[in-house]
């Protein structure tokens, strides 16, 4: 009897171990899946602030967290800090824009920003007018500095190596798509940039320029106003033959949009006597030549057009009196003087002031 019972007792004892075994196992089990969960598992919050986190340069590892919370891109911001500590994150703080999307765990926030994977940022330059309108594009999308950017835009020296100068600046802002890493510095944005402006003007392009009489800055000019007075390409190059035409016979060229960028209001339709008498180095109704900069960052047709206008004896032109966007051109004051009477009371017929 006493055997059977120290059997009975040893199998109670095997089948408790196995049972507290068993319960430890499912213990681990899921503290292992809570655990593993929490590292795979989806965590992101809600987004409060769209799914690009912005990390500015210098920015502290408690600035990061402070950001991922309060911006709603973490659900759970605890989970989150032991496995970024465990990760050595605090460590390999990286500025940029990183895009976090729904769903994404703690593992693949923390491996993102600590790669330093940004998503690059595309600035597209179409027809800007002033240094300011770039600045702002700039300083809206990129961490750059704006007034760095100003800084580079006055510095006389920096900029002679591009052949510029501050009032020809803009001459560098060739219209294009560029694409940057959020956390660039200005210096790179501008040099970026320019080098575009540099690869443009071949030696082909130069030997034209130097045909004409005029340094590359200075076609960029011409080509801004021609940019400014129609979107038709094929018209362009005679336009601009209007003004090579002025220029060389010494004439003021009295170029509307120079009055309206030397006015400085660009809602302008009808250009009057208010605007032409504008005081300006801008305004070609005022000063006889170029003014001393592009009235806007012209696209590589309008500077093509001047390199390759048009031959003809005009030097006057105006809209045509259909509205159709084209000109009517004339070599004569006379006839110049027939187009704009048909187009000013086309202006009047409609009621535009």
């Given at each position: 009897?006493?055997?059977?019972?120290?059997?009975?007792?040893?199998?109670?004892?095997?089948?408790?171990?196995?049972?507290?075994?068993?319960?430890?196992?499912?213990?681990?089990?899921?503290?292992?899946?809570?655990?593993?969960?929490?590292?795979?598992?989806?965590?992101?919050?809600?987004?409060?602030?769209?799914?690009?986190?912005?990390?500015?340069?210098?920015?502290?590892?408690?600035?990061?967290?402070?950001?991922?919370?309060?911006?709603?891109?973490?659900?759970?911001?605890?989970?989150?800090?032991?496995?970024?500590?465990?990760?050595?994150?605090?460590?390999?703080?990286?500025?940029?824009?990183?895009?976090?999307?729904?769903?994404?765990?703690?593992?693949?926030?923390?491996?993102?920003?600590?790669?330093?994977?940004?998503?690059?940022?595309?600035?597209?330059?179409?027809?800007?007018?002033?240094?300011?309108?770039?600045?702002?594009?700039?300083?809206?999308?990129?961490?750059?500095?704006?007034?760095?950017?100003?800084?580079?835009?006055?510095?006389?020296?920096y900029l002679a190596q591009y052949g510029l100068d501050p009032n020809t600046f803009m001459c560098a802002?060739?219209?294009?798509?560029?694409?940057?890493?959020?956390?660039?510095?200005?210096?790179?944005?501008?040099?970026?940039?320019?080098?575009?402006?540099?690869?443009?003007?071949?030696?082909?392009?130069?030997?034209?320029?130097?045909?004409?009489?005029?340094?590359?800055?200075?076609?960029?000019?011409?080509?801004?106003?021609?940019?400014?007075?129609?979107?038709?390409?094929?018209?362009?190059?005679?336009?601009?033959?209007?003004?090579?035409?002025?220029?060389?016979?010494?004439?003021?060229?009295?170029?509307?949009?120079?009055?309206?960028?030397?006015?400085?209001?660009?809602?302008?339709?009808?250009?009057?006597?208010?605007?032409?008498?504008?005081?300006?180095?801008?305004?070609?109704?005022?000063?006889?030549?170029?003014?001393?900069?592009?009235?806007?960052?012209?696209?590589?047709?309008?500077?093509?057009?001047?390199?390759?206008?048009?031959?003809?004896?005009?030097?006057f032109f105006c809209a045509k009196e259909d509205f159709s966007g084209y000109h009517n051109f004339a070599?004569?004051?006379?006839?110049?003087?027939?187009?704009?009477?048909?187009?000013?009371?086309?202006?009047?017929?409609?009621?535009?002031?």
């Amino acid at each position: 009897m006493a055997a059977k019972a120290r059997r009975k007792s040893s199998k109670q004892k095997n089948t408790t171990k196995k049972r507290i075994i068993q319960v430890l196992g499912i213990v681990a089990l899921v503290a292992f899946l809570f655990v593993a969960f929490k590292i795979f598992g989806p965590n992101t919050g809600s987004f409060t602030e769209g799914n690009y986190i912005y990390i500015h340069t210098g920015s502290t590892y408690d600035e990061v967290i402070k950001t991922l919370k309060d911006e709603g891109f973490v659900r759970d911001i605890n989970s989150f800090e032991l496995l970024a500590k465990e990760a050595g994150y605090k460590d390999h703080v990286r500025s940029g824009k990183y895009k976090i999307t729904k769903g994404m765990s703690n593992f693949s926030i923390v491996r993102l920003l600590r790669s330093g994977k940004q998503t690059p940022v595309k600035i597209v330059i179409n027809k800007l007018r002033t240094k300011q309108d770039f600045i702002n594009l700039i300083a809206t999308n990129l961490e750059a500095d704006s007034n760095v950017l100003n800084h580079i835009a006055a510095d006389t020296v920096y900029l002679a190596q591009y052949g510029l100068d501050p009032n020809t600046f803009m001459c560098a802002i060739m219209p294009n798509t560029y694409e940057f890493y959020w956390d660039v510095s200005a210096e790179k944005v501008f040099q970026k940039i320019a080098k575009s402006y540099v690869v443009f003007w071949t030696d082909e392009r130069k030997q034209k320029a130097q045909h004409l009489g005029l340094t590359p800055q200075k076609i960029i000019i011409v080509a801004s106003i021609v940019e400014e007075e129609t979107n038709k390409n094929d018209e362009k190059s005679t336009i601009a033959s209007v003004y090579l035409n002025r220029i060389k016979k010494g004439m003021k060229l009295q170029a509307d949009p120079t009055a309206r960028f030397a006015y400085g209001d660009f809602t302008i339709k009808r250009i009057t006597s208010v605007q032409t008498n504008f005081v300006s180095p801008y305004n070609t109704y005022q000063v006889t030549g170029l003014p001393p900069g592009p009235i806007c960052t012209p696209s590589e047709k309008s500077i093509d057009a001047v390199l390759n206008a048009a031959k003809t004896d005009y030097i006057f032109f105006c809209a045509k009196e259909d509205f159709s966007g084209y000109h009517n051109f004339a070599a004569t004051s006379a006839q110049h003087a027939h187009n704009a009477q048909l187009y000013h009371d086309a202006l009047n017929a409609r009621g535009i002031r």
